[in-house]
């Protein structure tokens, strides 16, 4: 495998990475990542305080660089979930820009700021199957486990996409996405500095922004279903991001399914089909629409190269038919994958099946071997704004509040976020509920805001099975 980033090895000064004002030509980023590199070389972990900024770009390819592992934390995650990641990562320090304001849970930890003025020389060549990242990512139950990711997997689902795309150092991407996730950094970082092109952040998703970095080179455009479904919404009486999204070569849409309607109002008004891929945090990139084939709104494209795809029945047995009809899980092997699962080798193996990777999705598979995903086999995984949720941790945050008795949580359709998060809660004291807001900001203040209820119901009971288990689909509403 050759580096992860060639272009930094004879930097040029062609732009690197523009975050607003922050532009960095390829030499700027090599010597402030070369810098950073010479300060953690003898770190066996950092923690990334990863705000959308250069910074933490820097931050990251610096870690790669040093061959050390990085552990990207959302600036937004509550007390609970911050003290989680950091005691189940054991960082040896934190990357953070100088103007960061850290939370006290990280006061314990030495902090390196990023400066991206800094200068210094990359360090040597790191082993590929050494873990270049360790991302945090929820499960049905329990607090969210930390996701080994190689080199050789980073490299290796980042090529077998520029494979399926097409994708050069002659792309500018255009991005608004967190960096604290893969398809944001791996994809929307790592990936146009492995091609040797541009990424371009918007620091948050705006029609605006959008629009005008389009407009002004931005070549490919990554979002979440949301940020489609939003574009989609302002394409009637916008000519102007209609011309924009019509003059992108690419636009990728993943972490979540882009409803049909959403493709349509998008293609109808610029003329343009949205890519869809398929990947999650322990595979990297699975399957992708090749672009310039047919639209095929629903389906996510064939396996990427290097990726072994198929689809298991219930009972175990392999199921063969290409007939668009018979579902069964997805199940995944190749170099794309992770290592395994920080601290945690019995959740490792039981997400394994042999070498393959069980990913809890279930599909079926077209004629021409394009998967169509068609749910999920576990209903406690809420997707909402692309986001993966478990109900478990939302439902223990809820239990914490003094004025709640019981909960439950379930995710329900919505137009803009593809599931909300709905809390159903039995209060101590029915006379005097605790607010929808006031359940909002704890939940959001332990765990993350992303993870916040948005509506909450009242009940006087859970509907409970004679076990006294919780039967969501007896919901008013549910399922
Ligand atoms: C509101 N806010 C609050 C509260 N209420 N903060 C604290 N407590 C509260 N009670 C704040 C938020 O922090 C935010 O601040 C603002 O209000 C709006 O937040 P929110 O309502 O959450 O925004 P949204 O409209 O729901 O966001 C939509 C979004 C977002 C921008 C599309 O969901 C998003 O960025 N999604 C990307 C998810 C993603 O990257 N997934 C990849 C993982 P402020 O306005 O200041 O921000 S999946 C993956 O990686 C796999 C591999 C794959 O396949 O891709
Ligand atoms: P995460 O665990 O956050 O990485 O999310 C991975 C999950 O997102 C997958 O297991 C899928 O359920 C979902 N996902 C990712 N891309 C797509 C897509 N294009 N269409 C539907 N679901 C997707």
Do not use: C
Not at 91 to 97: F, K, N, R, Y
Not at 154 to 162: E, G, M, N, Q, R
Not at 281 to 301: A, H, I, K, Q, W
Request: avoid cysteine; proline fraction near 8%.
């Amino acid at each position: 495998m050759s580096a992860l980033f060639p272009a930094l090895a004879d930097p040029s000064d062609r732009p690197a990475l523009r975050f607003g004002a922050d532009v960095l030509t390829y030499e700027e980023l090599a010597r402030a990542a070369g810098a950073l590199a010479g300060r953690i070389g003898a770190a066996r972990r950092v923690a990334v305080w990863a705000t959308p900024t250069a910074r933490t770009a820097v931050a990251v390819v610096g870690a790669l660089l040093a061959g050390v592992p990085a552990v990207p934390l959302n600036p937004r995650t509550g007390e609970r979930e911050l003290t989680h990641i950091l005691g189940d990562s054991a960082p040896d320090a934190v990357l953070a820009g100088p103007a960061d304001a850290l939370p006290a849970g990280l006061a314990g930890l030495p902090r390196i700021d990023v400066d991206l003025a800094a200068s210094g020389e990359a360090a040597a060549p790191v082993d590929p199957e050494s873990p270049a990242l360790i991302v945090y990512t929820s499960g049905t139950t329990g607090p969210p486990k930390g996701v080994l990711l190689s080199r050789r997997a980073v490299a290796a689902s980042l090529d077998a996409l520029a494979g399926a795309w097409s994708w050069t150092a002659d792309d500018v991407l255009v991005h608004a996405l967190p960096l604290f996730h893969v398809h944001g950094l791996v994809l929307g970082i790592l990936g146009p500095l492995r091609r040797g092109g541009e990424v371009r952040h918007l620091g948050s998703f705006s029609v605006d922004g959008v629009t005008e970095e389009l407009e002004n080179g931005g070549t490919m455009l990554f979002g979440v279903p949301t940020m489609y479904h939003r574009l989609a919404e302002a394409l009637d009486g916008d000519a102007r991001l209609g011309e924009a999204l019509a003059g992108a070569r690419l636009l990728v849409s993943g972490s979540a399914a882009l409803p049909v309607h959403d493709h349509e109002r998008i293609a109808a008004a610029t003329g343009r089909t949205v890519v869809e891929r398929y990947g999650m945090t322990e595979t990297l990139m699975n399957t992708s629409v090749l672009p310039g084939g047919d639209p095929r709104p629903g389906t996510v494209g064939p396996p990427l190269a290097g990726v072994d795809l198929r689809l298991v029945d219930e009972d175990g047995s392999v199921l063969e038919k290409l007939d668009g009809e018979t579902v069964g899980e997805v199940q995944v092997r190749g170099p794309n994958l992770f290592s395994g699962y920080l601290n945690r080798p019995e959740a490792t193996a039981a997400a394994f099946d042999g070498d393959w990777f069980r990913t809890g999705d279930m599909a079926v598979r077209e004629a021409d071997g394009a998967v169509r995903l068609v749910g999920r086999k576990a209903t406690d995984l809420i997707k909402s704004g692309g986001y993966k949720i478990g109900a478990g941790e939302i439902e223990n945050a809820l239990l914490d509040h003094p004025g709640v008795r019981e909960a439950a949580v379930t995710g329900e359709p919505d137009p803009d976020l593809g599931e909300r998060i709905v809390a159903w809660v039995v209060p101590q004291d029915g006379e005097k509920p605790p607010a929808e807001a006031d359940l909002a900001d704890h939940v959001a203040g332990l765990l993350a805001p992303h993870k916040r209820p948005r509506v909450v119901r009242y009940l006087d009971a859970l509907p409970r099975n004679d076990m006294g288990k919780v039967l969501k689909k007896a919901l008013p509403t549910a399922g």
